[in-house]
């Protein structure tokens, strides 16, 4: 068992995507997780898509966030659960006055080597 202290994610760090589960650091072999920091009107990722194989789950924490994929959009705001298919190109978008704050969880198909 490992607790991942809130400090790791609430630190001065102002990088949006902060990996806080991995294989690396943690021996997880089926899963990451993260959180997404974004302030009024950042884009994650500033530009392009996201997009990998694996299934995503997202959390919205706190603020409202249009999810974009290449089919259209919808608005998650806090206590939203959003699920993205393998595959799907996706970004987010902070559309609140307020800091967004998004845990996701991933279900590699393969463990990246990170």
Known sequence: MQVIRKDR??????QPL??????KEHGA???QAGMA????GQRLPGAGYSQHDSEEISYI?????RVETDRGSEIAEAGDLVFMPGGQPHFNVNISEEEAKILWFVT??????N
């Open 9 to 14: 994610y609430q630190s001065d760090n102002k």
């Open 18 to 23: 902060k990996l806080l589960v991995s294989n």
């Open 29 to 31: 072999m089926n899963c």
């Open 37 to 40: 920091v974004l302030s009024p």
């Open 61 to 65: 924490l706190s603020g409202k966030v």
């Open 108 to 113: 590699p198909l393969t463990v990246p080597e």
